[in-house]
């Protein structure tokens, strides 16, 4: 099928070359010229594993390509992606304002009858006002267009898995033709008949995945829906790792214990930072809205906000603990990502954190193995590391925000002669408290027993 994207952004590009490697021929769009020169010169925007390999291969199978012209990207398109940004507004809204300029770039490019999706995260009832808006802009008696929403549910650092190979397909139409289309685009993820993007060979990885047609209004709920319910997992998972830390008790035990509930399931049970990125935080924030807009009682939301939004005020408040004043101290924070994978730093916790220590007159030293150049945008005159080791070298403390594997497998030995004081303040648990302990650094984490906790527990042992 011909497809259009109109947006290449994380969703748009991962989206677009995902739709060309399981056989359609699509062509990609975006207002930002400089996006689509960068993508024709072989570049990418972003970092995701394995998309520069996957665009490079459909291109040059010349069923990818770029384009800066948007008529013609819609023009070509039987099926035409909305993929554009819906940032949010001072008031916690979804500025919606690039969804109506793509309706109405549609309505007035189109000269045919046309699928249009909405994969962007959009408010409920947006299906709605797409449908009148196209009605309304339309310039072409030969057009004609159904509207239907196809919410996306990648992971940043996964987004290509995510895509190829996904859990469920939700699409939410107002006809059968809109349903028997997408259908088609999706048949071949649908019916597994996708080369594994890692391995290059057809990995049946897990189940089909099912397809759920649903309601255009319900499609949209779910995407909030999900994403708010997650924010709630992981804030929950907060509220109890703070219980722990007074407790002495170990969070990481129990939340191994209720992860095997399965009404309750292991993921996004893990405590710490809180959740960042362009997503959960953006999306709680628009699902709050419509809650409060709609009447109803969103203070559950609400809470697990202020909840998240507490963490780096907790964390800090281990820092001052620990090193009594912060002023000309030097810190080292290890990872900027808002999580591992990706170079994403948008609402990203180590953005506030840098933000708060420079206020606290702290010499901040960085190191991200793909966040720092966009970092270097906000924070220019911050020092940036060529590694882990140059971050360490005089470092009062070293502070854990993103849970990167490769920082698992640092000399954490070399790391501990390199710093000042030999204290590690982990806001990810990525490292083993007891091991690190043993080695002589003062290790903190999130909801674990205190070093005191540790030592009596070591001495009882022994
Ligand atoms: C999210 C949704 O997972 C995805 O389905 C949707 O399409 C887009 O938004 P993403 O923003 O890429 O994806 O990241 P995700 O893996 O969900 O993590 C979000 C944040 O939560 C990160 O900052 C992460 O560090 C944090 N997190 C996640 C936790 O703090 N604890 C967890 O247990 C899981």
Known sequence: MRIAILGCGYVGLVSGACLAEIGHSVVCTDNDESKILTLNQGGLPIYEPHLKEIVARNVDAQRLRFTADLGEAVRYGDAVFI??????LQDGDADLSAIDSAARLIARESRSSKLVIEKSTVPMQT????????????????????????????REGTAVLDFLHPDRIVIGVGNEPAETQLREIYRPILEQNVACPIHQQNCPPKEAPKLLVTSIN????????????LAVKISYANLIADICENMDADVEEVMQAMGLDPRI??????????FGGF??????????????????????????????????????????????????????????????????IRFAPAMELIGRLLQEHVRVKVYDPQGMEKTKALFPSIHYCADPYELADGAEALMIVTEWDCFRQLDWLRIKSLMQRPLIIDGRNLLPSDEMR?????????????????????????
């Open 83 to 88: 993929c554009v940004g819906t940032p949010p």
């Open 127 to 154: 299906g709605q006002k797409l449908v009148r808006a196209l009605a309304i802009y339309a310039r072409n008696s030969d057009s004609s267009f159904s509207v239907a929403s196809n919410p996306e549910f990648l």
């Open 218 to 229: 319900s499609a949209e709920l779910i995407k909030h829906a999900c994403n708010s319910f």
């Open 265 to 274: 399931g292991p993921s996004f049970l893990r405590p710490g930072l809180g």
């Open 279 to 344: 997503c959960l935080p953006k999306d709680i924030q628009a699902f709050i809205r419509l809650g409060e807009k709609a009447g109803v009682d969103v203070s559950l939301l609400r809470d697990a906000e202020l909840i998240n939004k507490r963490r780096i005020d907790h964390f800090l408040a281990k820092a001052v603990n620990s090193l009594w004043t912060l002023k000309a101290k030097c810190i080292g924070v290890l990872g900027l990502a808002f999580k591992p994978h990706t170079d994403d």
């Open 438 to 462: 043993a080695m002589g650094f003062e290790y903190q984490g999130v909801g674990i027993p205190t070093a005191e906790a540790w030592d009596m527990k070591s001495r009882a042992a022994s």
